[in-house]
């Protein structure tokens, strides 16, 4: 009965919403690889067998313990993406990845909720004074990690953290023209930012503007993701019979740009439906963030859904071309371990907010 | 409150991306459905094989022959400068001409890519035997065009070659594409569209690096018909090779229905060589002069004067001239090339002997105007409609034509040298076999032609004119064509024959000062009950009755031979 009870507040709705994400998740996965490798499959499967266990340790853990480990969660990420900095493997033009042995481990992923926990931590332990001195202490608090990814260079990451920052301001209580003063004021830096850019990125960035410049290199991607998105039309061409995807016009279509290949197959139709689960998720962490009142469990629900509806939100954005590549994971459907992971362990500290009210 | 607001900004950022995926994949979705196709599916043509031509008894003229060709594949070939290094190899030609081919003939990483064609069995074979070298290397059978007579039926049949930007912007909307063969000439060119039958193709599937996928639809090419021709193989090289390169030209045919039973133009050319050096040589082996070249008839016109004054009743067939070699009229004197006269003439002994004086007499009486007229009623002055391309439609004069065209008066010096066919008169040699089948069949006017079957349907259609001549005039005249070859002083008894009554005109046909006349030998056979008629022509080929008159013999005892 205890048992019972204790899990009574349980969102089976978030569970039951991921998991039918993830299983649509697998079923493009498959599409996307089979040709070439049933192996993306069997590591997914496991990545999210490993996902659960830790996802079971974090309902069974209150999110509290979790969020007072903030700046233990905050060092590691720095001292991983320093040794990415030093260390690691380059792939794609980038260097985010470290090798350790068994699998490539990508510190800037689990560097989002890492650094997204201390941010929660270091608001919960100043909810008392809400001025501008702490505003300002948890902006450089947020600027070494920010940077650090930024040369790796991982725009995507980097840029998630602006919204997770503005979003815990917000929720915390923090005045709004303090968060206007800040907006202000990186807005006026933003200039600074394109000399840290990689030639890459800017080259992203111009081929967002307008694809057609470099139709076969840079813009390549998105137009035949586009292309691909568009072709599915109404009901889509079929599971597995996708011909952007199939016939490999498609690139990088298990990772970041896999949306195409479920709207290409499932047309508007699946990939409506989709966006709708993704939205439901979005939403149940905005709910568990209402229905909770301690100020620890509102910051760490908004974090978590912030973290999860703005890679949403970029990634399909990007992939039908409505807004630059920035290299974000679609979470629980994009293939690789670190995303899944991360994820996995969000949903369950959200779980833990509903349980330990 | 905040929290409120944030989860009202998301459902908002959820509903602009549902929104830009409704317009992505509604509103756009055909646009990037075709984008899609068209990145994936590929057109590869299959030509169809193309019709063959055949003579009257269906003894193969033209056909299409089984060639080798090598192609290479680029998506099979490791290396496809390598593969085209050892190709020349064992060809024995240059890299560099490959490469040109292969640079010009390329359209896609499936599609076979033809580097030379024609090559010896032997060769294909050698080929064969190293393909492990050069993976990317194929030998196929290619069609190509047979000429069997090479050049005795070049003017009849035409050739084909590749179709060129201005048939291509003509004929685009009957399914003509580009790199087709197509007729270019001849009846190649006038039954294209019978002969070439309907390509066939395959879509093909291929992924983002242009390989073939698989191939989604196949259409099976549709064979182009056959043709046979009223031609008469034998007859026809029999003429060809009588010309011996000599420029002319010569007709045979059938006055009964206008079937052309041969139809030379000399000097000729190749159709399945190089067109590119016919089309160079100063002896313009292109123009098919039976058709396409207007002369002066000379003599033979007289058959034409001699039925416009006994039409018009000037003249009676016994009525008789005094010739003493010369006609004045005015202060102007046109000699007969008898310049001692030929005395006492009537009409069959003027044809006999071509006496100018007699058919300036008979011409004046006529007049021009008749003249014109009875030229206009054999088929003179317009074209024939024969199944060739280029017809010349010659010249009749007339008193309108030069008030006209020479802003001249017309002068009865005009008459007299239209009379007896110079002056401005220009005709084709098959204008002339048509009006001497007129004469021949007394009294109809046939349509030349050359197609006599497509595939099972004979032709039919072909109009014939009734020119309304008098029996006992057309007799009259061909009594005198009789004489040509078989009275003594005849001016063509070199065409005597022995096997067969030959009648004819012969015509030398003044063209300028210091220019060789034409020579005309024009007739029908055997006399009695024509069942050809015939044109034998030589441009600058001196007298009629030479070499001409022995052209059309030996042709025609080579037919009557035959056809015993």
Not at chain 2, 60 to 85: C, H, K, N, R, Y
Not at chain 2, 259 to 267: K, T
Not at chain 2, 520 to 526: E, L, M, T
């Amino acid at each position: 009965m205890l048992k019972v009870h204790k899990y009574k507040d349980f969102d089976w709705v978030l569970v039951a919403v991921a998991a039918a994400i993830f299983i649509a998740g697998l079923l493009f996965l498959f599409s996307a690889t089979y040709l070439r490798n049933i192996d993306f499959v069997i590591r997914q499967v496991a990545w999210f067998l490993a996902g659960s266990l830790f996802f079971i340790a974090m309902i069974n853990i209150n999110y509290r313990k979790i969020v007072s480990l903030g700046y233990v969660f905050y060092s590691l990420a720095l001292v991983s993406l320093f040794f990415v900095f030093l260390f690691g493997s380059k792939r794609m033009g980038a260097q985010r990845w470290l090798e350790l042995g068994f699998f490539n481990f990508q510190p800037s992923e689990f560097a989002k909720l890492f650094i997204t926990l201390a941010l929660i931590q270091y608001l919960t332990e100043h909810k008392a004074e809400k001025g501008m001195r702490h505003i300002t202490a948890a902006f450089f608090f947020m600027l070494a990690p920010f940077i650090l990814i930024l040369l790796q260079p991982d725009l995507g990451t980097a840029l998630m953290l602006v919204p997770v920052f503005f979003t815990l301001l917000y929720v915390w209580g923090a005045k709004l023209k303090h968060l206007l003063f800040i907006i202000a004021g990186g807005v006026a830096l933003s200039p600074l930012s394109w000399f840290l850019l990689k030639d890459y990125q800017k080259e992203r960035l111009m081929v967002f503007m307008n694809p057609n410049i470099d139709p076969l290199g840079a813009g390549y991607t998105v137009i035949q993701s586009r292309i691909a998105i568009g072709s599915g039309g109404v009901a889509g061409k079929g599971w597995l019979s996708g011909t952007q995807n199939q016939l490999n016009f498609l690139a990088e279509r298990h990772t970041d740009f896999i949306f195409s290949v479920a709207g290409e197959e499932w047309g508007f139709a699946g990939a409506i439906v989709l966006l709708a689960l993704y939205y439901v998720l979005v939403r149940r962490a905005f709910e568990i963030a209402g229905k909770t009142d301690d100020p620890c469990g509102v910051l760490a629900a908004c974090g978590m859904a912030v973290i999860i509806g703005i890679q949403v939100l970029v990634n399909i954005s990007m992939t039908m071309g409505f807004m630059p590549v920035v290299g974000l994971p679609l979470p629980l459907v994009s293939y690789g371990g670190s995303s899944l992971l991360v994820t996995m362990i969000a949903l369950g500290i959200l779980e833990s907010i509903a349980l330990h009210r | 409150m905040r929290i409120k607001i944030l989860r009202l900004f998301f459902t908002i950022l959820f509903v602009i991306v549902g929104i830009c995926l409704y317009y992505l994949q509604i509103i756009r979705g055909p646009f990037y459905d075709n984008l899609s196709s068209r990145n994936s599916i590929r057109l590869l043509n299959i030509a169809a094989p193309r019709g063959d031509i055949y003579d009257r008894a269906g003894k193969l003229i033209v056909t299409s022959a089984l060639s080798f060709g090598v192609f290479i594949v680029p998506q099979e070939a490791e290396d496809i400068d390598a593969e085209m290094e050892k190709l020349a190899a064992i060809l024995g030609v240059s890299k560099s001409l490959l490469e040109r081919n292969y640079k010009r003939n390329r359209t896609a990483s499936f599609a076979p890519c033809e580097l030379i064609r024609g090559i010896s069995k032997k060769a294909a074979i050698l080929i064969e035997e190293s393909r492990f070298e050069m993976p990317g290397i194929l030998v196929k059978e290619v069609s190509l065009r047979d000429y069997r007579y090479e050049g005795a039926f070049s003017h009849v049949t035409g050739y084909i070659g590749e179709i060129g930007p201005f048939e291509l912007e003509l004929l685009k909307p009957y399914g003509y594409s580009i790199k087709d063969l197509i007729g270019k000439d001849g009846i190649e060119r006038y039954c294209d569209k019978i002969l070439r039958g309907k390509n066939g193709g395959m879509q093909i599937q291929v992924d983002n690096r242009g390989r073939q996928v698989k191939v989604m639809s196949y259409k099976k090419p549709k064979s182009g018909r056959d043709i046979y021709l009223t031609l008469d193989a034998g007859l026809q090289k029999k003429v060809y090779d009588l010309f011996d390169g000599r420029k002319g030209a010569a007709v045979f045919m059938d006055p009964g229905n206008g079937e052309v039973l041969c139809l030379v133009s000399s000097p000729s050319y190749d159709p399945g060589g190089s067109i590119s050096d016919a089309i160079r040589s100063d002896e313009s082996p292109l123009l098919n002069r039976a058709v396409m070249g207007a002369y002066p008839p000379g003599s033979v016109f007289k058959i034409v004067t001699a039925m416009a004054a006994l039409e018009t009743k000037k003249i009676r067939p016994d009525t008789g001239f005094v010739c003493d070699g010369k006609f004045k009229i005015g202060r102007d004197e046109l000699n007969c090339w008898n310049r001692d006269g030929h005395g006492y003439v009537d009409l069959k002994k003027a044809i006999a002997w071509s006496c100018n004086v007699y058919f300036c007499h008979a011409g004046l009486m006529a007049g021009a105007e008749k003249i014109s007229e009875y030229a206009g009623l054999f088929g003179l002055g317009k074209k024939t409609g024969i199944e060739l391309f280029g017809e010349s439609s010659g010249l009749v004069p007339s008193k309108e034509w030069k008030r006209i065209e020479k802003k001249e008066i017309w002068y009865p010096g005009d008459t007299a040298n239209f009379s007896i066919g110079q002056g401005a008169l220009l005709t084709t040699p098959l204008q002339i076999t048509r009006m001497i089948a007129a004469i021949a069949n007394s009294g109809t006017l046939v349509q030349p032609h050359i197609l006599k079957r497509v595939g099972d349907a004979e032709t039919a259609g072909f109009k014939t004119e009734n020119t309304r001549i008098t029996r006992e005039y057309a007799d009259a005249v061909k009594l005198g064509m009789r004489m040509v070859t078989e009275d003594i002083d005849g001016t063509g008894t070199r065409a005597y024959s022995e096997i067969v009554s030959i009648s004819a005109k012969t015509s030398t046909a003044q063209v300028r000062h210091g220019v060789p006349p034409h020579g005309w030998f024009a007739g029908f056979a055997p006399s009695g009950n024509p069942k050809i008629c015939f044109v034998v022509f030589l441009e600058n080929g001196g007298s009629g009755g030479d070499v001409p008159a022995e052209i059309a013999r030996d042709a025609l005892e080579y037919w009557f031979k035959k056809n015993e």
